[in-house]
């Protein structure tokens, strides 16, 4: 019988810049462009294991910050590693940490040896650097291990950009080498790097030329969806793909709604991680082929109809579819199956997209795809 590998990327079709193909490691494949739930405290919330896995994800993402945090990665090591904890038997990637550490924490300090930070828990005092975040992730026992970085909030002088993208390409040369030392977990598991250079092309491609010398296993596009804006972000991604290895798979973090992913599927990008679908589902937002709908609305009080005729999920479709009636009675009266039914929805429906992508490029038909779906999901509300 052959070992699963350690990590193969292999492209299936083309479409213009879009790829469709998978990911094979040691816990299964990831079909690409795939979207990466967020199960950000072991959990992707308001779900079981099993309805992620039957709404079609292949991988989702865990994050470093907080589970070093609590639980503890030293905690969830000793009780059998991050999969075994949360029932996932699939593969998992961990962030770096370096959001979170930035965009949660107080009083922050930043040196060439890494981020001390208060705790939004606690108050108590850490030192995250790339030793330290590869080593988190290896006691979690991750797949797909991502670099410390230093982000920096847009907009910024070009010189603040420029000095975190040469530090965060110093950080990713000491990740790769603490990654290597990581024994019998670096054998099984991947390393990502993650370009940086906010909105700036050449800044990008210094960032790409560094992470390429030190050579990784897939690379992620850092530093966008931070408030710049889809047309901006859109504007980095027509180049910033081309800049990154061609036979390894592109990441774009944090991204996000269904319009940016259409958007960067189109410009080449192969995996996504977002919160909004479940952030969505527990605020009272559904994402449907029509836009999104506010389930809050007094409009939905009486309409009978399934949140989306064209889902397959079990909320919209089967002998378990409930109404925007039910729907809106649930948010309203804060009953917490509202929010687990939204999030199924919303988790279901982008994994609907994503193979929706995933067919188009395969069928050469992408441009017509988001063609139809970009003007039907933007549409203005009637």
Known sequence: MMTPPRFAFTIRARDGKARTGTIAMRRGEIRTPAFMPVGTA??????RASE???????????NT????????????????????????????????????VM???????????????????DGSRHLMSPERSMEIQRLLGSDIVMAFDELVALPAPRETVAAAMERSMRWAARSR???????????????????????????????ASALR????????????????GQPAMFGVLDYATGQLPEDTPRYLMGVGKPDDIVGAVVRGVDMFDCVLPTRSGRNGQAFTHDGPL????????????????????????????????????????????GAMLLTQHNIGFYQQLMAGLRAAITDG???????AFLARYQKKPR
């Open 42 to 47: 072991a959990t992707v919330k308001a779900l």
């Open 52 to 62: 992620v896995r039957a709404a079609g994800a292949d991988i989702i993402l865990g």
């Open 65 to 100: 910050y907080h589970l070093m945090l609590r639980p503890t990665a030293e905690r969830i090591h000793r009780l059998g590693g991050l999969h075994h904890f949360m029932g996932w038997n699939r593969p998992i990637l961990t962030d770096s940490g370096g959001y979170q």
């Open 103 to 121: 965009s949660l924490s107080g009083l922050t300090k930043r040196s060439e040896e890494g981020v001390t930070f208060a705790s939004h828990l």
């Open 177 to 207: 080498a603490a990654f290597d030392a990581g024994g019998e977990h670096a054998s099984q598991a991947a390393l990502f790097g993650i370009q940086q250079g906010g909105l700036d092309e050449r800044l990008r491609a210094e960032s």
């Open 213 to 228: 010398a030190i050579g990784f296993d897939g690379y992620a596009i850092g530093g966008l969806a931070v408030g710049e």
């Open 294 to 337: 506010n389930l809050r609305n007094a409009a939905h009080a009486e309409d009978l109809r399934v949140l989306d005729a064209n889902c397959p999920c079990p909320v919209c479709h089967g002998p378990d579819a409930v109404s925007r009636a039910y729907l809106h009675h649930l948010i309203k009266a804060g009953e917490m199956l």
């Open 365 to 371: 038909v992408l441009a017509d795809f988001a063609a």
